[in-house]
């Protein structure tokens, strides 16, 4: 998947009126408005309590499977995880050939040619019924790592074929208030996802929110990663708690609600981590739909990043069909 050509660094220059920089990203980012914890809470969890009917909630169980990331991010995975982890994602349920397929595995940086591989003439434009390879990098999950090995990280993942770059911020810059240092890296990392054609891999800004502490950061770091030219705001790595929230998804929503409205372009949104179920999903789906509208519910504007999610899903799809439940065994172990 190809993001639409946004030159890293350009939207902040358009929005400050000048170099961003510590002192004028801090003028910006601290006028916007402090977020009201207790109505944004209420709002979430309002639209957490909204009914689905039958046909409705068969639309949004395969719309749910059509914007998974699949994932596998752990020290011990092995080309053979990942070619299971892709048979799953191509053919999430053998006995329906109706099931669609997921939107993207998402894997370390040096799985990306066996993912790619495996996926052979299912790799592509999930929108397309493709399915996209996206690579974690930046020295995933903590970020602690000097600049050049995290712009080497990203480029050599898509060196191999990425199709999407999964970002983790230095958390540790940003709460210092070193906001020109995370916006700086940001746009170099952009960078680093140039092909040699001139297009760019789809870059998602991890935020990792249950450090950000407060829902102001939460707002503040959303506007910094879009300024930065991020294409997609995500909440989490998985790997730290809490990780998405629908309060916190919700927040970043609104912030990309009001960036489109303030500029036309639409950014993504992809809340990881804890997203265990289909009764879940269908509440992040529609405060996708009742915050920025329907026309997010696609895989190059919404995602969820999840490796239990699906099993869920599937039980909840075959319940529909045969009227009842079918145990665990019918779906795969991850």
């Known amino acids: 998947m190809t993001s639409t050509q946004i030159v890293p660094g350009e939207r902040a220059l358009a929005l400050l009126g000048g170099e961003a920089n510590d002192a004028n990203l ?22 957490g309590t909204r009914s689905i009917k039958t046909t409705s909630k068969a639309w949004a169980l395969d719309r749910t499977i059509g914007l998974v990331d699949l994932t596998t991010l752990e020290g011990a995975d092995t080309p053979g995880k990942v070619r299971s982890l ?3 994602g191509v053919t999430p349920d053998p006995a329906d050939p109706t099931c669609p397929r997921v939107a993207a595995v998402c894997v370390y940086g040096d799985m990306v040619p066996h993912a790619l591989q495996a996926l052979g003439a299912a790799h592509g434009d999930p929108t397309d019924g493709g399915i996209s390879v996206a690579a974690v990098a930046t020295a995933f999950p ?28 230095d958390r540790g810059a940003f709460l210092s208030g070193r906001y ?36 102001d950061n939460v707002r503040r770091a959303s506007w910094l990663a879009i300024l930065a030219g991020g294409d997609f705001i995500k909440t989490s790595t998985g790997k730290v708690s809490p990780a998405a929230t629908l309060p916190v ?86």
């Not at 916006?183 to 998602?204: S, W």
Request: glycine letters at 10%; a negative charge.
């Open 86 to 88: 892709v048979a799953k």
């Open 26 to 47: 801090r003028r910006y980012l601290h006028g916007i408005p402090g977020v009201d914890a207790v109505g944004l809470e209420q709002r979430a969890a309002g639209l």
């Open 142 to 169: 903590s970020g602690r790592a000097s600049r050049s090995v995290k712009l080497a990280d990203t480029a050599d993942a898509v060196a191999a074929g990425a199709d999407e770059i999964d970002m983790v911020i």
């Open 249 to 334: 998804t919700l927040l970043m929503l609104e912030v990309v609600r009001d960036w489109h409205r303030l500029s036309g372009e639409k950014v993504g949104v992809k809340p990881a981590g804890g997203i265990r179920t289909s009764k879940d999903a269908i509440r992040y789906l529609v405060t996708v739909a009742e915050t920025v509208g329907e026309e997010w519910l696609t895989p190059h504007l919404f995602r969820f990043g999840a490796s239990s999610l699906l099993n869920d899903v599937l039980l909840q799809r075959q319940k529909m069909a045969s009227g009842h439940y079918a145990g665990p065994d019918y779906v795969t172990i991850d």
């Open 180 to 215: 020109g240092q995370v916006h700086d890296e940001i746009v170099a990392v952009k960078e680093a996802c140039r092909r040699p054609d001139g297009t760019y891999a789809h870059l998602k800004v991890i935020l990792e929110t249950g450090e950000l502490t407060t829902y």
